[in-house]
T-cell receptor, first 114, second 114 residues
Framework: AQSVTQPDIHITVSEGASLELRCNYSYGATPYLFWYVQSPGQGLQLLLKYFSGDTLVQGIKGFEAEFKRSQSSFNLRKPSVHWSDAAEYFCAVTDTTNDYKLSFGAGTTVTVRA | DAGVTQSPTHLIKTRGQQVTLRCSPK?????VSWYQQALGQGPQFIFQ???????QRGNFPDRFSGHQFPNYSSELNVNALLLGDSALYLC?????????????FGPGTRLTVT
């Protein structure tokens, strides 16, 4: 069965420190991978995506993610966190057989301390 | 360029009632997907509409139904509401011809069932 796992429920990071959020997936076909961010009471905003090609992808707001097929992972990183990055982050996966149906992880809540 | 819009923003219903939620896709998009996000969880796929037909369906009962209109807007209907239907309902739109599987989300409708 297809699944997406975000092992960390909650991460607290100091402002200016680096951030890494983990995502592991279990998919039979070639996956298309996404990271979304959700601020309290808001919808989802797409941070970045991976379809093919360069395994290190750049997104908005200074985020990047690296696709590692051997580890079935797509971890999100940011070198220096700002207080405005406090939010919930979701990893999502689809593939050509699922035709736009996204499967989401349970999310990781990021708290930024001054 | 208007993004995905949803209405209403919030609503409160009583168990057993019926509810209709509405979604207008991003300009140029032809596909609408609906997701349910319970508190503290990732979004769960309900169904997807393309060319006014339901193309895919997640693991939701028949109480959940939908419709897509010729202008690509969509409705989600839920009959015989249960307390467990309380959630944030997200609409996402995409363009099948683009082949990139990107979905853009609206702000959501917060449904509370009492």
């Amino acid at each position: 069965a297809q699944s997406v796992t975000q092992p960390d429920i909650h991460i607290t990071v100091s402002e200016g420190a680096s951030l890494e959020l983990r995502c592991n997936y279990s998919y039979g076909a070639t996956p298309y991978l996404f990271w979304y961010v959700q601020s309290p009471g808001q919808g989802l905003q797409l941070l970045l995506k991976y379809f093919s090609g360069d395994t290190l992808v750049q997104g908005i707001k200074g985020f990047e993610a690296e696709f590692k097929r051997s580890q079935s992972s797509f971890n999100l990183r940011k070198p220096s966190v700002h207080w405005s990055d406090a939010a919930e982050y979701f990893c999502a996966v689809t593939d050509t057989t699922n035709d736009y149906k996204l499967s989401f992880g349970a999310g990781t809540t990021v708290t930024v301390r001054a | 360029d208007a993004g995905v819009t949803q209405s209403p923003t919030h609503l409160i219903k009583t168990r057993g009632q019926q509810v209709t939620l509405r979604c207008s896709p991003k300009s140029g998009h032809d596909t609408v997907s609906w997701y349910q996000q319970a508190l503290g969880q990732g979004p769960q796929f309900i169904f997807q509409y393309y060319e006014e037909e339901e193309r895919q369906r997640g693991n939701f009962p028949d109480r959940f139904s939908g419709h897509q209109f010729p202008n690509y807007s969509s409705e989600l209907n839920v009959n015989a509401l249960l307390l467990g239907d309380s959630a944030l309902y997200l609409c996402a739109s995409s363009f099948k011809g683009q082949g990139t599987y990107e979905q853009y989300f609206g702000p959501g409708t917060r449904l509370t069932v009492t």
